[in-house]
């Protein structure tokens, strides 16, 4: 069977990652057997298959980097709370002073 090259390439990277079919498997070691440019180029894929460390670290910055502005934005909420809060209170206490001053007048 004569497979075009653009179909086994497609099929390439479920090969390298060995999670085709049997059947796609045959086809493409079939086809591998005499094309020179496929082989190439799985040789390829194999080299540029990252060691999977190198891609969950990144994972994990972001993650971390996540985690810690979740917890500056809680602190910056937080604090913004309080300081309203502190707001609210001194013109609550600022008014009933006023108010106990106009009484005494
Ligand atoms: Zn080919």
Redesign the pocket.
Known sequence: MNIP?DT?RDLLPLYHDEVCSQESRKLVEE?LAD?E??RAKLAKMGKEKPPAMETARPLKEIAETWKKSKLDAFFKGALLISLLALIFGACLLISRLCRRHKRRK
């Open positions: 090259c086994i086809h094309c440019s496929c």
